[in-house]
């Protein structure tokens, strides 16, 4: 494959992928805003974000298992369609059942691209996978950066932000158009492996490779891990409401919030080739960590914000770099490894959300961050699993060398 085919489909890849960060995040800060909109409280906004997340579990586990046996580029635009209808629906006046429906149609699109995209990108590009996987999710924390920023410029000037998923629909359905025209397709893609001695599909059974120990601690780390993550950006504003800190302010801090994980995203690649990935994920999650908990235990608003960079740029590393490592360890069946991991990620939302919902309704806004503070511990100690684990393994490797 040509180098220009493939630039190319990087830079379609960052486009697509920053579009998903700033559409998926520009709902996060509003969750106050729908509630009051629709006249439901936040334990039934919890219950409408898990049914969209059991929806995203299952897309994301199909979509792997499929990536690996037919025409990736379709599934894409699958995913892009549903993405279009979901954002058309959610621009206008939304009702509970409708926002339901919504979501659904909005994960189950964001699941399948989410998985197609680094299923792709793993058996596109062979070589130096971990840039490429850190490079994609920088798109998607731009894109996470602005969404917010939007929003509070949105609510600033008293204008609800339903314009703008009408504007994401257009993008989505232009989207379509650009993937199919740019993105090589099954034969362009298997000749591309068959150039380097792989093959397109798997010559083993691909839920095989779901029994390696590597792949399933990274997934149950990222079910804690980013289920905490995830949960503290959507329910951060609500959390700063509390503070007396207004949606429209606590929208623009959740932009940072973003932003400043983009940098920790550009430290990652440039130290990526000196350190393992396995490392800089460990002593990230380490430091994140307790940036965090001092977020959590310290009462004082101003420190709390200070500490946001601190957290953004520990914890910015960790979905890309797990999924590289658990990827790696049969290419040949990245896609079923990469659904079965996201799967697991989101399903985290199943959890996360209703708690954090009921939690923020009957026990206090307040109380969220304690929630979210054990979720992370127990996902730091996935993480020292992991790096114990990979440690191993490359000291037995060494030994029968």
């Not at 993550?229 to 801090?253: E, H, P, R």
């Not at 799967?343 to 206090?364: D, N």
Request: hydrophobic share 55%; net charge positive.
């Amino acid at each position: 494959m040509d180098t220009k085919t493939k630039n190319k489909t990087l830079k379609t890849f960052y486009f697509i992928y920053g579009l998903c960060g700033l559409s998926f995040i520009t709902i996060d800060p509003l969750i106050p805003v729908i509630a009051e909109n629709i006249g439901v409280g936040f334990d039934k906004i919890g219950i409408a974000l898990l049914i969209g997340s059991i929806f995203t579990l299952i897309s994301m586990f199909l979509t792997g298992r499929l990536s690996d046996r037919m025409d990736i580029k379709k599934i894409q635009i699958f995913g892009l369609v549903l993405l279009f209808l979901g954002f058309t629906l959610f621009g206008f006046y939304l009702k509970y059942a409708l926002f339901i429906i919504v979501l659904i149609l909005i994960r189950i699109g964001f699941g399948t691209l989410d998985v197609a995209l680094h299923s792709f990108s793993a058996k596109f590009f062979t070589k130096d996978v971990s840039r490429i996987f850190l490079n994609i999710d920088i798109g998607w924390f731009l894109g996470a950066a602005l969404g917010p920023l939007l929003v509070s410029l949105f609510l600033f000037y008293g204008i609800f932000p339903r314009y703008l998923f009408f504007i994401f629909a257009f993008i989505y359905l232009l989207s379509v158009f650009i993937v199919f025209r740019i993105c090589p397709n099954q034969k362009q893609l298997k000749k591309n492996l068959s150039e380097i001695g792989e093959d397109f599909r798997s010559k083993k059974p691909s839920l095989s490779s779901l029994k390696d120990p590597v792949v399933i601690v990274s997934g149950l780390l990222l079910f804690f891990k980013i289920g905490a993550i995830m949960g503290f950006s959507t329910w951060l504003t609500t959390y700063f409401l509390d503070l007396g800190i207004k949606v429209v302010f606590g929208s623009a801090i959740l932009s940072a919030f973003w932003l400043f994980s983009v940098i920790g995203m550009v430290i990652a690649i440039r130290i990526v080739p000196r350190f393992s990935e396995v490392s800089i994920l460990f002593y990230g999650n380490l430091l994140g960590t307790i940036f965090f908990s001092l977020f959590t235990f310290i009462p004082n608003i101003y420190i709390k914000i200070a500490l946001l960079p601190f957290i953004a740029i520990s914890f910015s590393g960790v979905f890309p770099l797990t999924t590289v490592i658990a990827a790696q360890r049969d290419q040949k069946s990245s896609g079923t490894i990469l659904g079965f991991i996201m799967a697991l990620t989101f399903a985290s939302s199943m959890v996360y959300h209703p708690i954090l919902g009921y939690v923020t309704e009957y026990l206090g806004k307040n109380k969220i961050v304690f929630i979210i503070l054990i979720g992370m511990l127990i996902g730091l100690a996935f993480t020292f699993v992991l790096f114990k684990l990979m440690r191993w393994k490359r000291i037995r490797k060494s030994v029968r060398d």
